[in-house]
């Protein structure tokens, strides 16, 4: 008998894995925990734009979360750009590129709320988790969450 294929990694895993950020992601404002929201969904929009590549929507959620924090624009664009694509994940099939482009959404979503920078970090760790799924999602995991972290340490903390 056949073994049944692995499960795919749902966004628990990512909550499970950002479950600390609250208190990473406190002493900084809300344009830096949006510009760093938008780095971490473009960290793996590979994922998404391998798969399609002609689909920009979530892309142009990267671009809006950065707008916003930026000044260039208000909280009505970038939301509209994070309905858009959360579209394009629920026109995927493909489970790293789904995860990919919620995590852009939830970085547009930052204009609306600040609670959807976490949402950004742990869609894209699922990205990870689901792009190596037959390899090592546990190692993905963790190099996505180390990555998401370092770049945080990194960044000023009101830009």
């Known amino acids: 008998m056949p073994s049944s294929p692995r499960p795919l990694r749902k966004l628990k895993a990512g909550l499970d894995a950002t479950a600390d950020y609250d208190l990473w ?10 510009f760093w929201a938008a780095d971490c969904a473009e ?10 590549p002609n ?6 959620a990267i671009d809006a979360a950065r707008r916003w924090a930026r ?6 664009p ?3 750009a994070a309905v858009a694509t959360h579209a394009a994940a629920r026109d995927s ?6 995860a990919a482009a919620r995590a852009a959404g939830h970085a547009a979503a930052t204009a609306h709320s600040i609670r959807h920078a976490r949402g950004a970090a742990a869609y894209a760790i699922v990205s990870a988790m ?6 090592d999602p546990i190692a993905a995991s963790d190099s996505e969450r180390s990555w998401q972290l370092d770049r945080l340490r990194n960044r000023d903390r009101t830009t």
Do not use: W, Y
Not at 44 to 51: A, C, R, W, Y
Not at 93 to 98: E, F, L, S
């Open 25 to 34: 992601l406190a002493p900084f404002d809300k344009k830096s925990q949006a």
């Open 43 to 52: 960290h793996v929009l590979i994922h998404f734009e391998s798969v399609h």
């Open 55 to 60: 689909d920009d929507r979530p892309r142009k």
């Open 71 to 76: 000044g260039e624009t208000n909280m009505m």
């Open 78 to 80: 970038a939301r509209a």
């Open 93 to 98: 099939d493909h489970p790293a590129a789904v």
């Open 130 to 135: 689901n792009a190596r799924l037959l390899e």
